[in-house]
């Protein structure tokens, strides 16, 4: 089965020019087929702070009403999703910027108010507005993309399809996207971002953890290890690895060659 590499960058990788220059690189260098997934949140809070609209986050992710949605549109889907593409075609690649919307790649359902465990261990019931769970990733359309040459740049946001723009986890979108071509291609995702991998202490960044499965995470997570934005990731990674993805990576974003970071298995 052919590989295929699905990379998803943090916000703190695209919005650091230095950063962004050494991703762009590391990724041309990928050989074969490969996507990548950005998000962008750091960006979209400065633009909203700009504007007055205060950003509201809980358990690592934001809530999203009407104005911040606005927001998080302009910024994901135009500045930040089109300053990739550009910087990716400067590198010879020939990358085409998608939002979930676009070919209906990737279609989602507003979120119900749930409840989400805080860091304390407590459990909260949050209403997180505009905010989309995917329902449904169409691989084949993807896969068209892919066989044509071209490399997907996707944007962390989604449609229901009756018309409205849903602000969507990046890391979900990956983990989705990489589920939906798992039947297609021999997928490895790699979550890149500031960190060598996932950190046993977080002020020694060489404390990466090697491998993490469903057991050691919930320790992790009991034991006060692993916490806020960390957390979402980690799950998205173990659905991934349960659906049939091959191998999930986290990992510092100028070593996306999936050898290095924390292993994320189903084991």
Avoid at 114 to 139: I, L, W
């Amino acid at each position: 089965m052919k590989k295929l590499t699905i990379v998803k960058v943090g916000g703190a990788v695209v919005e650091d020019e230095a950063q962004l220059s050494a991703l762009i690189e590391n990724f041309s260098a990928i050989d074969g087929a490969k996507l990548l997934v950005h998000g962008g949140g750091r960006r979209a809070t400065k633009v909203a702070a700009a504007l007055g609209i205060e950003t509201k986050m809980v358990g690592g992710r934001r809530i999203t009403d009407a104005d911040m949605l606005s927001v998080v549109t302009m910024v994901y889907g135009g500045l930040v999703n089109k300053n990739i593409v550009a910087q990716l075609q400067a590198a010879g690649q020939n990358a085409m910027g998608l939002t979930g919307a676009d070919m209906d790649v990737i279609r989602s359902k507003r979120r119900a108010p749930k409840k989400v465990r805080m860091d304390d261990g407590t459990e909260q019931e949050v209403d997180f507005g505009f905010v989309g769970d995917p329902v449904k990733a169409d691989g084949a359309a993807l896969s068209h993309l892919i066989e044509a040459g071209v490399i997907p740049v996707i944007a962390p946001l989604t449609h229901d399809g009756e018309g409205n723009i849903l602000n969507t986890n990046a890391d979900t979108m990956a983990s989705t996207v990489a589920v939906a071509l798992a039947s297609l291609y021999d997928v490895t995702l790699i979550y890149s971002f500031e960190k060598k991998g996932v950190l046993m202490n977080p002020d020694d960044d060489d404390s990466v953890i090697p491998v993490i499965n469903r057991q050691s995470y919930e320790q992790y997570v009991n034991d006060g290890v692993i916490s806020g934005g960390m957390m979402p990731k980690i799950e998205n990674a173990l659905q991934a690895v349960d659906k049939g993805v091959s191998k999930v990576v986290i990992t510092l974003a100028t070593q996306i060659d999936g050898e290095h970071g924390t292993a994320i298995v189903n084991s």
